[in-house]
């Protein structure tokens, strides 16, 4: 059964620290793996999209990896700010269905001052 | 500006009676899909439609209906609501399926059936 499961599962830091998320997945064959921010009652919204060639991409203070030997990703943020503040959640695809992905339970950062 | 648009935001109603939310999307997109989100159990979902005339169940489908009848609409229809069906519900889209173009999501829809 394909999986995905992030940890921590809550996290809190203070403002301007560095923290790194885990997402590790049993999805099978891997098509890509995605990094989605999602405030409080919003609607999920894009970090990074990772293909099976690619190691690492960022997004300003947002840095993703993956790891396809292992199945695992990590995003990291750096500098955080009070804004950071939200659920972030792993997404992985499989090669062999378009419709369906995999979603994590998502990862809560709170940012502190 | 590309969005997708789902109405209404905010939703009671009483159980058995009828309610459809629309969502919407001005990016032609072929596939779009519909999640709840329920504390603690993340984003599962219910529907998904790989173009017009096609859709497939989710992982969560029972209770719910789609239809697929234009490329730009998705709307999710609850024919008998129950109190089980509460929870907070997400449209999105994407360029195809597969996930690697992203998807992009609607703002929310907040369901309370009384």
């Known amino acids: 059964k394909n999986q995905v499961e992030q940890s921590p599962q809550s996290l809190i830091i203070l403002e301007g620290k560095n923290c790194t998320l885990q997402c590790n997945y049993t999805v099978s064959p891997f098509s890509n793996l995605r990094w989605y921010k999602q405030d409080t009652g919003r609607g999920p919204v894009s970090l990074t999209i990772m293909t099976f060639s690619e190691n690492t991409k960022s997004n300003g203070r947002y840095t993703a990896t993956l790891d396809a030997d292992t199945k695992q990703s990590s995003l990291h943020i750096t500098a955080s700010q009070l804004s950071d503040s939200a659920s972030y959640i792993c997404v992985v695809s499989a090669n062999t269905n378009a419709g369906k992905s995999t979603f994590g339970d998502g990862t809560t950062l709170t940012v502190k001052p | 500006e590309a969005q997708v648009t789902q109405n209404p935001r905010y939703l009671i109603t009483v159980t058995g009676k009828k309610l459809t939310v629309t969502c919407s999307q001005n990016?032609?997109?072929?596939?779009m899909s519909w999640y709840r989100q329920d504390p603690g159990l993340g984003l599962r979902q219910i529907y998904y439609?790989?173009?017009?005339?096609?859709?497939d169940k989710g992982d969560v489908p029972e209770g719910y209906k789609v239809s697929r009848k234009e490329k730009r609409n998705f709307p999710l229809i609850l024919e008998s609501p129950s109190p089980n069906q509460t929870s907070l519900y997400f449209c999105?889209?994407?360029?195809?399926?597969?996930?690697?173009?992203?998807?992009?999501f609607g703002s929310g829809t907040r369901l309370t059936v009384v």
């Open positions: 990016m032609n997109h072929e596939y």
């Open positions: 439609s790989m173009n017009v005339e096609v859709t």
């Open positions: 999105a889209s994407s360029f195809r399926g597969f996930g690697g173009y992203g998807y992009t």
